[in-house]
């Protein structure tokens, strides 16, 4: 019989456990199993027991959870709530606005021919955030790159340093409206050092480039192509591009057209190419054409400039008139200044003193007088007028600026002679009264335009200074017949004859002919204000009479004779207040006339201030000044010669007449 078998030990089950008590979780399956090793024998290990995965896997799940809300809030904030916010700031950080300088308008003679105009230039601009030792790779970026942009752009090495230590700021301004030339150095220099950082980097060094930061910005500069001509009625621009004086002041807004705007994708402070840009393109300014004859300026300022030299007197000015239509052919001020380098020029010049100055005009204020007389039918050309020595009025003695034996002069002689005495004694005709005498003389200046700015519009321009007839001093009432006590600027003096010259009708004075807008349109300016001063007949009167003072022998403009023209003109030597002491000192000659002075067209004014040495006589020092002018705008303006001979009034009577 076989062996019997012995009985198997028997292992409870995981639902019935030995010896009552809990029932214990399942082993894994290895668990009991006997590991056959060569060093152990059929021994069993021991049972290991594992915790329940589920509280861990509940608490990852909640912190996953809190994460991805935390996530789902921010999305929400971000994409939702604070959307504009965060697009603006992405907007603003990835694409970068530059303005686009419109090109400002041109301004030119009558002719087209360029007196101020605009040429391509460069603004040297910086990101400072490129000049920080991190980035440049060096701890004194800012200086060592001041050190050497301060010699071009002629700028101190301090100051642009301080601009360049800013990190905040991704934007400086280093210079304005350089020449390409300079902008060419400095691109240059970027170049030599690009070249060195890099050859730097390959050796193992921090490759630092000082200048890398470095930017231009197109622009344009103002240029004047000749130089110091005209430059009282221009005027220039500042820094900033503007108009800071004269015509550019004035005529700013249209001349400075409108800016555009350039936006564009950039990174690391440059520009991307390959990311479109939206751009508002500039409008130019407009083109503004002057009624001034570039040659005849240049005549008038060439004549003006050598005589204030010659006589060293403190400035002087010429004005050149079409009566006909009032146009400004020419406006010269000497000394003058160049507005392509302010740096250079003497602050005191740097005005337009024929419109600014203010002075007494002496004996060429003489021809209003006497067309109020000849107006007001008060006399005539061939009235006799006994001129003495001397003539007491008011609290003072009046004389004539040289002594003489008693005077038997015509009215028309009293003119040509400058007579002061005289001139008092046929304004005293215009009224019973000597008050009613002054209103009447006060009504004929204010028509003929003292006390009231030109109608030019130009920037600080004077009205002149022509009190009411009530506050008129005692002499005042006998000085301002003749010239003193009441002031005026050029642009006055010369629009008093230009008035006589056109038959009595004041035109107002004009330096714009018109402009030309950005599409090429061209709109004349304005036809200018027109007023009857005097009738024709007494405008014909006052030339004829005018024509005695250059013709006559005992005229005091005999220096003014132009060849194959009649002249009419009148001589001025008046006391002169000295702006500084606000007391007399010294004298203003002047010389105001037209021709031809049987058909006139052109007028021509000339007043120097102070003159210290040689004559101070306006017929002297300025009556060479005014034939010199006239002859040649008679020749450009191509005015041809007059064919008629000069009337030859009589100056003087016999006393037995």
């Known amino acids: 019989m076989p062996p019997k078998e012995p009985p198997r030990r028997r292992v409870p089950g995981p639902g019935r456990p030995q010896g009552g008590g809990r029932p214990k979780p399942a082993a894994h399956p290895s668990v009991g199993r006997p590991r056959l090793s060569a060093r152990s024998g059929p021994k069993a290990a021991p049972a290991l027991r594992l915790g329940s995965p589920k509280p861990r896997l509940r608490l990852v799940s909640l912190g996953l959870t809190l994460v991805m809300l935390a996530f789902v809030v921010r999305l929400l904030q971000v994409q939702a709530v604070d959307a504009s916010a965060y697009a603006a700031k992405a907007e603003k950080n990835r694409y970068s606005s530059a303005t686009l300088a419109a090109e400002r308008g041109e301004i030119t003679d009558r002719g087209g021919i360029a007196l101020a105009t605009s040429v391509d230039a460069h603004d040297i601009t910086a990101d400072p955030s490129m000049f920080t030792a991190k980035f440049s790779k060096t701890h004194d970026a800012p200086q060592q790159a001041a050190a050497l942009l301060a010699p071009i752009l002629r700028k101190d090495a301090g100051d642009l340093a301080k601009q360049l230590s800013t990190p905040k700021s991704r934007y400086a301004v280093l210079a304005r409206r350089q020449t390409p030339q300079i902008w060419k150095q400095i691109k240059d220099l970027k170049g030599v050092f690009a070249e060195k950082a890099r050859a730097d980097k390959a050796k193992g060094g921090p490759g630092a480039n000082v200048l890398l930061g470095v930017f231009q910005e197109p622009s344009s500069k103002r240029v004047y192509p000749n130089g110091d001509l005209a430059a009282g009625i221009l005027g220039y621009v500042n820094a900033e591009g503007k108009g800071a004086g004269g015509l550019e002041t004035q005529l700013n807004k249209d001349l400075a057209g409108t800016d555009g705007q350039i936006t564009y994708a950039q990174s690391g402070g440059r520009r991307v190419p390959t990311v479109g840009a939206r751009e508002v393109p500039a409008v130019p300014g407009s083109d503004i054409e002057l009624t001034i004859d570039r040659d005849i300026q240049f005549a008038a300022q060439s004549a003006i400039a050598e005589q204030v030299q010659k006589s060293k007197a403190d400035r002087g000015y010429v004005i050149v008139q079409d009566n006909r239509t009032g146009e400004v052919l020419a406006m010269a001020n000497a000394p003058g200044f160049d507005p392509n380098n302010l740096s250079q020029a003497n602050a005191a010049a740097m005005g337009n003193a024929a419109l600014q100055d203010v002075y007494e005009p002496g004996s060429t204020a003489k021809v209003m007088s006497m067309a109020a007389v000849l107006e007001e039918n008060a006399a005539t050309p061939g009235t006799h007028v006994v001129v003495p020595n001397r003539l007491h009025r008011g609290d003072r003695l009046f004389k004539d600026d040289i002594d003489h034996p008693t005077w038997y002069l015509t009215l028309n002689g009293v003119l040509a002679k400058s007579s002061n005495i005289g001139t008092i004694l046929a304004t005293e005709q215009l009224g019973?009264?000597?008050?009613?005498?002054?209103?009447?003389?006060?009504?004929?200046?204010?028509?003929?335009?003292?006390?009231?700015?030109?109608?030019?519009?130009?920037?600080?321009?004077?009205?002149?200074?022509?009190?009411?007839?009530?506050?008129?001093?005692?002499?005042?009432?006998?000085?301002?017949?003749?010239?003193?006590?009441?002031?005026?600027?050029?642009?006055?003096?010369?629009?008093?004859?230009?008035?006589?010259?056109?038959?009595?009708?004041?035109?107002?004075?004009?330096?714009?002919?018109?402009?030309?807008?950005p599409d090429g349109r061209f709109t004349p300016a304005p036809a200018p204000k027109k007023t009857r001063v005097v009738s024709e007949a007494t405008a014909k009167t006052l030339a004829t009479m005018l024509e005695s003072v250059v013709d006559d022998v005992e005229g005091t403009g005999t220096k003014a004779r132009i060849p194959g023209y009649r002249v009419g003109g009148k001589t001025g030597t008046s006391n002169r207040v000295d702006p500084a002491t606000g007391r007399y000192k010294g004298y203003t000659a002047s010389f105001a006339g037209f021709a031809p002075a049987d058909n006139p067209r052109i007028t021509v004014y000339c007043a120097i201030q102070n003159p210290t040495r040689g004559s101070y006589f306006g017929g002297q020092i300025c009556g060479p000044i005014y034939k010199q002018v006239m002859e040649f705008a008679l020749k450009t303006l191509q005015v041809a010669p007059t064919g008629s001979k000069p009337a030859r009034l009589p100056v003087s009577f016999s006393p037995g007449q």
């Open 432 to 517: 019973k009264t000597r008050p009613q005498a002054n209103q009447v003389l006060y009504s004929y200046l204010r028509k003929f335009g003292l006390g009231s700015p030109s109608g030019l519009g130009y920037p600080g321009e004077t009205a002149g200074i022509l009190a009411a007839p009530k506050d008129w001093s005692t002499s005042q009432q006998y000085t301002i017949p003749f010239g003193q006590g009441l002031s005026l600027n050029a642009m006055q003096a010369a629009s008093v004859y230009s008035t006589i010259a056109n038959g009595g009708v004041r035109i107002q004075p004009t330096l714009v002919r018109g402009m030309k807008g």
